[in-house]
């Protein structure tokens, strides 16, 4: 029997949530960062169910669980269902597929493949995201766990809470069943292991310093036979956590002192997807398959014998890469996201690309080798499936006068073409030696008006740098990237934050966050970007019911840089001063003295004659109008006299008067 488990803590997956189908293998979930679920086939890597939940963009998905196989299926949403005849019942029950999806607003879905539409929704348990879900072999009873700190009992029969308790201080971040069914492993910064009867701690594990993002049982028997066998001492579990390169084998035993992993298994990376063969035998080894953050898989095989002081290195490391053709010479490696041991456990279901459209490959293993590299041509790949799925439609036979529109490049206005051969593929390529078409000639052949397509400066527009920003965050392209992270002009920046889609903001805030503990200068870039995306998307974050651990990093980062503002300010005025002065004494010392002595002197002879008869003139000016002055001054004082006889009536009389008086 085969486990599979992706790394569904909340905080952990920078990838979206995958799963495999129990025992078979043959379907693969996969939740895309647009918010759709999609269902693909195995076996030539078809899509078999799209589901787009009725708030997808709000509450988006957080962990995949599929239903072990063998149990009823939940009560559909519409009530009960017109009864069917035995034998109906019974094939509908044995191919019936319940995929369980938790969300980040708290509540589960139950979403069924086989009849592709939604079961049923479990609602009022969690108040918060819900970082993992569990079945339980009995297929009515599930559980989850949140970041609200609390576990989760489920009944999907009746779509209610069974039972509900504390199980950290901090959040709960994954869950795995024991065997048998009696025991529940949990973990969020410490492991517990739970009695499902009683709800108590049955034993403590502490050992990771990060939230755990992975638990699954290696064994089901003890390595030990003489021991009577009570369902769960004795048994190995594997866990794995977020930020660390080591995933850490633990053993549950009678006596409640060892509390520490008894071996680990050493990767380059953080991993994302594991998956294991459960050891079932004292002899048999257990199979692990890693895939790492950084898109390798590391394959273990090793006996669980007891404790072993240093860490496990893989027996085999497999990696995919294109082969670099068509003018690039360098091959550029491909991601592996996820990574299955088929039902023989000697071969491998790998799942390769891109979530949008993963491609899912059969290999066989061969861990003689170390180190393994295979080369697959992942866009010939994608171009068959499109050309087969163009054969499947009838294109119309049209006149040569008539015009076909189609969607695509502005402008382009060419005919609908059936796939070229490969004989006019072959005619199309350029012999040696022949002159090499120009841009504009290409852009011509490809009916395009060669006005409209402008690129000032070489660089990309807007719309592109959006679609280069979503590409550079889904497949951690750091070149993709720096290219659009350091541009410095405002309006681009703004017009790249508007246009981008709504599921890749918390992506960019994260990236943004690891570049703001760079350098300063790269500190600085970030913050204009910072500034765009809480201006033009802060209603959308308002939304988010995870918002404060999303923004927790940035927020201590903003705080501390905050803090340090005051004492850098001063410490810049005092150098700046230092600076200045230095500068100014430099300059003074660089500066030549002036001589301010004349360098010529010129005297006049005749100047003081000239200057004593310009004193005599100046003397006889001043004595004539001193004398002028005199007179004027008489002749005002004579006229004031008079002017005052007249106003008292003392004037003089004439002579004929006084005589007449006499």
Request: net charge negative.
């Amino acid at each position: 029997m085969a486990a599979a488990a992706a790394a569904c803590g909340g905080e952990a997956a920078a990838r979206p949530p995958l799963a495999f189908s129990p025992c078979d293998r043959r379907l693969l979930a996969v939740s895309g960062s647009d918010g759709r679920l999609r269902v693909w086939e195995a076996a030539g890597s078809r899509l078999r169910h799209e589901y787009v939940p009725s708030a997808h963009l709000s509450a988006a998905c957080t962990c995949l669980a599929w239903a072990p196989p063998g149990g009823r299926p939940p009560p559909d949403k519409d009530g009960p269902q017109r009864k069917k005849r035995k034998s109906e019942a019974a094939e509908v029950d044995k191919q019936l597929d319940i995929l369980a999806i938790g969300t980040a607003v708290g509540s589960i879905l139950l979403y069924s493949t086989v009849k592709g539409e939604l079961q049923s929704k479990l609602d009022g348990g969690h108040d918060n995201r819900i970082n993992c879900v569990r079945w339980h072999q009995d297929n009515y009873c599930l559980y989850s766990c949140s970041e609200d700190k609390h576990i989760v009992e489920w009944n999907t029969q009746t779509c209610k809470v069974k039972c509900k308790w504390k199980g950290d201080n901090s959040s709960v971040s994954s869950l795995c069943i024991s065997p048998d069914g009696k025991m529940l492993l949990s973990a969020g910064r410490t492991i517990k292991l739970w009695d499902l009867e009683t709800k108590e701690v049955y034993r403590h594990f502490t050992g990771h310093a990060t939230s755990v993002s992975s638990l699954m049982f290696t064994t089901v028997k003890p390595m030990n036979e003489n021991k009577s066998f009570d369902g769960i001492t004795g048994l190995y579990f594997l866990s794995g956590a977020i930020h660390d390169r080591l995933l850490s084998v633990w053993q549950i035993r009678s006596d409640r002192k060892e509390k520490n992993a008894v071996m680990s298994f050493t990767v380059t990376d953080e991993p994302t997807f594991i998956d294991l063969t459960v050891s079932e035998v004292k002899e048999e080894p257990v199979k692990l398959a890693v895939v790492c953050r950084d898109g390798q898989l590391h394959l273990f095989e090793h006996i669980l014998n007891g404790y072993c002081k240093k860490p496990l290195t893989s027996n085999c490391t497999i990696q995919i890469a294109t082969p670099g053709n068509d003018g690039d010479s360098t091959p550029k490696p491909v991601p592996i996201l996820a990574a299955a041991f088929c039902t023989d456990k000697q071969s491998l279901l790998l799942v390769y690309g891109n979530t949008l459209q993963p491609i899912i490959e059969k290999v066989s293993l061969n861990t003689s080798e170390s180190h393994i590299c295979l080369i697959r041509d992942v866009q010939k790949v994608l171009a068959l499936k499109t050309e087969v799925a163009v054969t499947k439609v009838k294109t119309p036979v049209v006149n040569s006068d008539t015009k076909v529109l189609v969607p695509g490049i502005p402008g382009h206005s060419a005919a609908v073409k059936t796939p070229s051969s490969g004989k006019e593929k072959n005619k199309s390529k350029r012999k040696p030696g022949e002159p090499e078409d120009s841009i504009e000639e290409r852009l011509g052949a490809l009916d395009i008006d060669v006005s409209k397509v402008k690129t000032p400066g070489g660089l990309p527009q807007t719309d592109s740098f959006a679609v280069l920003l979503v590409q550079g965050l889904e497949s951690n392209d750091s070149d993709i990237l720096n290219k659009v992270l350091n541009t410095r002009k405002e309006t681009l920046i703004k017009n790249t934050v508007a246009r981008m889609p709504i599921h890749a903001v918390i992506p960019l805030l994260h990236e943004l966050t690891k570049r703001l503990q760079g350098n300063p200068y790269s500190a600085s870039q970030m913050v204009r970007w910072l500034k765009s995306v809480f201006t033009l998307h802060a209603s959308y974050l308002s939304t988010l019911p995870d918002l404060i651990p999303q923004l927790g990093m940035l927020y201590q980062l903003m705080e501390s840089r905050v803090k340090t503002l005051q004492k850098l300010s001063r410490l810049h005025g005092r150098l700046f001063l230092l600076v200045t002065q230095v500068a100014a004494s430099e300059t003074v010392q660089d500066v030549t003295e002036v001589n301010q002595t004349a360098k010529l002197v010129y005297e006049d002879e005749s100047s003081e004659e000239e200057g004593s008869d310009d004193e005599m003139i100046a003397d006889k000016d001043s004595d004539e109008n001193w004398d002028e002055d005199e007179e004027k001054e008489e002749q005002s004082d004579e006229q004031d006299m008079t002017v005052e006889k007249e106003i008292n009536g003392d004037s003089d009389l004439e002579p004929e008067n006084e005589s007449e008086e006499e």
